[in-house]
């Protein structure tokens, strides 16, 4: 029997580390990958001097972690205790924070983003609680915003920063040549700052040959934003940015395709 993704090139973009686990998935089904990491991920700030600002964890009544990221950069600052509400945005999330030894009390019941973890009922009223957010030093605004407008005190822990990946003039002309050859057919863009990134590093003909292929994002808001920077290629949206997501969502092309 013919693996679905058989014959099926893609290049995968997520931070290193991100992105052996979506390449096993996706050679898993048949496909053939090729990595650019468009985003480097490092770790921000004086960790004992964060530790000292942040002071007694209990003193929050929830602490919510936004990426996995977030989990392996802070989940030291929990220091083995065990009875802290703590809050994910997303399964894999959820996981870094369960394979650490913590549970989690709070995540999105379907929209695994921002907006879904704001729809849980436990965050619909915190008005006077106070609340601490280990993020990505540039991650998005609207959890910090929405959670103040309802009335909380939020403490932000940035642990992490993403900044563009500088790939080489041979990487890139490696991309190039496969994307020419038509070996890749997809590239992947797990979030808008790693669509934006990749579409600055390339070069003309390197954008020529991205408008030529499908990308494949997790989800409106990001196919949204890409179309505001000016890709025109056909956009497949997957349910998230979850590699099990990515790959459905590939599998479901394909098979339409192939039944077309």
């Not at 399964?91 to 709070?106: D, S």
């Not at 992947?188 to 590093?201: H, K, P, Y």
Request: charged share 20%.
């Amino acid at each position: 029997m013919t693996a679905p993704l058989a014959g099926v090139g893609v290049l995968v973009t997520r931070p290193e580390l991100q992105a052996m686990p979506l390449c096993r998935l996706l050679e898993a089904q048949g496909a053939s990958t090729l990595r650019l990491p468009a985003v480097e991920i490092k770790a921000l700030g004086d960790r004992r001097a964060l530790a000292m600002r942040l002071g007694a964890l209990e003193s929050f009544d929830v602490i919510i972690f936004t990426s996995a990221n977030a989990v392996r950069f802070g989940a030291s600052f929990l220091d083995q205790k065990r009875d802290l509400t703590l809050a994910a945005i997303g399964p894999a999330t959820a996981r870094a924070l369960n394979q650490a030894g913590y549970r989690v009390a709070i995540q999105p019941p379907e929209s695994f983003d921002t907006e879904g973890l704001l729809e849980h009922p436990r965050l619909a009223h915190v008005a006077g609680h106070r609340v601490l957010l280990v993020r990505g030093g540039d991650g998005r605004q609207m959890l910090v915003q929405e959670l103040a407008r309802r009335g909380a005190t939020v403490v932000c822990a940035d642990v992490y920063e993403r900044a563009p990946a500088v790939p080489d003039a041979a990487v890139l002309a490696v991309v190039q040549n496969r994307l020419a050859a038509g070996e890749i057919n997809i590239i992947t863009a797990t979030s808008l700052e790693v669509g934006r990134n990749l579409l600055q590093l390339a070069t003309l003909e390197l954008r020529s040959e991205f408008e030529r292929v499908h990308w494949v994002v997790p989800g409106e808001r990001i196919a949204l934003g890409l179309r505001e920077l000016g890709l025109q290629a056909p956009l497949l949206q997957a349910r998230s940015a979850e590699d099990q997501d990515l790959v459905a969502a590939l599998i479901r092309w394909r098979t339409s395709v192939s039944s077309a």
